[in-house]
């Protein structure tokens, strides 16, 4: 019953795992437009928020956010096939290329199809910041902070502790004074803290049984290595995509041939540089979320004990890198609706909304000048195409008659016959 009444959101949440390109950022522009303004399933209050909650933990942002929303609609049933909806085009997809990688170059792999998928990206995001300005930033200290937000986030946008820093920092500052938002009736004092245990349990348990595995030379111990690799990585990773990939290289392309580890002659998870670059290229070619990767990797480490073991890798991959972000906001949000209820609460989200449109203005300013700045300087025509895309994507969804899904394949097909 629970996916016949919900069937048109779980459509649209396909739509939207198969047109998703930009990483987190230009997902939320893309869940604006789909869940927010044609759908209604949430607020933009609530989306603000939603995002704001899930930078200050690690994991996927954007799978968080928008198992957030399934949460939301249908409580944890539906957040869980909300969850599964959204990763499982990207997870296939990027498992089906570690066993497809020694085929591409007899396919004649054509990536240019995807060259314009980067700016509308972009015209994503800038317009999710638009539309987010009018509703978050409405005072002085709310500019101030916004104003803070993008220039941090446009100088240290790789740097993987900068959004979580900011968010806190928001909050504190609106904290200040109590004029604008004070406590009113009695804070509840029963908060509910016991079912992140299962978060830590699982952690330390999965650290355990791998590194048995390891010792005892198991026969089939990879399996068991791998889930406790990917599992730390979902655990741990602030900043996305961006700050996962270097983990995952310094893993499995450069411990494997460090002196220490070759000198225990340890069987570790490895793969070579170029099969890991390729794989990281094309992950941010995909739509869906870049922890994806996770099901490539998982797949490529495992690949030489044969194809049956190469799938379980790619499956293993997958629930590990994707576990810990659902655990985390699924046990921590209603900690957070709780805490709502106390002003200091309450008055950080005003501060942490107005973050999060700095977090995206900068992160469109800083696409824009490591995208296609530099080729509008130097007069190049694909700058200026970029730039068109932008504008174009920007304004079509600021006229809000076309959906979101029809944006992308145009772009995709421009980029085919451009």
């Not at 919900?6 to 939207?16: E, G, I, S, T």
């Not at 002196?259 to 793969?271: A, D, G, Y």
């Not at 995909?286 to 998982?298: H, M, R």
């Not at 992160?363 to 300087?377: E, G, Q, R, V």
């Amino acid at each position: 019953m629970v996916v016949l009444r919900h069937m048109p959101f779980l459509r649209a949440v396909f739509w939207h795992s198969i047109t998703a390109f930009g990483g987190p950022q230009g997902h939320m522009g893309m869940m604006m437009k789909t869940f927010v303004q044609q759908r209604r399933d949430v607020t933009e209050e609530e989306l603000i928020e939603y995002n704001g909650f899930c930078q200050l933990l690690p994991g996927a942002s954007s799978t968080q956010t928008l198992t957030l929303i399934g949460y939301k609609r249908g409580g944890i049933p539906l957040a869980l096939l909300t969850l599964f909806i959204w990763i499982l085009p990207a997870c296939v997809l990027m498992g089906s290329i570690s066993f497809l990688l020694d085929y591409f170059e007899d396919m004649g792999l054509n990536l240019a199809v995807f060259k314009f998928v980067r700016p509308m990206a972009i015209g994503f995001i800038a317009y999710s910041s638009f539309r987010l300005f009018g509703i978050a930033v409405n005072n002085t200290i709310t500019k101030v902070i916004m104003l803070v937000a993008l220039v941090a986030t446009f100088l240290g946008f790789k740097t993987p502790w900068v959004f979580p820093i900011l968010i806190v920092a928001a909050g504190i500052a609106t904290n200040f004074s109590d004029k604008r938002i004070p406590q009113s009736g009695v804070p509840p004092k029963k908060i509910r803290w016991g079912n992140i245990l299962i978060f830590f349990a699982l952690f330390g348990l999965a650290g355990y049984i791998s590194e048995t595995a390891s010792r005892q030379n198991w026969p089939n111990r990879k399996p068991f290595n791998l889930f406790e690799n990917t599992y730390r990585f979902g655990s741990l990773v602030f900043g996305g995509g961006d700050v996962l990939i270097p983990l995952m290289y310094e893993q499995y392309v450069t411990r494997p041939a460090t002196k220490r580890v070759q000198e225990t002659r340890r069987e570790v998870l490895k793969m070579s540089r170029e099969d890991f670059l390729t794989g990281s290229g094309m992950v941010r070619a995909i739509p869906g979320p870049v922890f994806s990767i996770g099901a490539f990797t998982g797949g490529m480490v495992l690949r030489d004990q044969g194809p049956l073991m190469q799938l379980t890798g790619c499956i293993v991959g997958a629930i590990g890198i994707f576990l810990p972000s659902v655990l985390l906001v699924l046990f921590f949000f209603p900690v957070w609706n709780n805490l709502k209820k106390y002003a200091v609460i309450y008055r950080s989200l005003e501060g942490i909304n107005a973050a999060v449109v700095g977090i995206m203005a900068g992160a469109t300013c800083y696409l824009i000048k490591d995208s296609f700045l530099s080729s509008l300087i130097n007069f190049e025509t694909i700058g200026y195409w970029d730039l068109l895309i932008v504008l174009i994507t920007f304004f079509l969804l600021k006229s809000n008659k076309i959906p979101a899904p029809y944006i992308v394949l145009t772009c995709l097909l421009l980029g085919w016959l451009v």
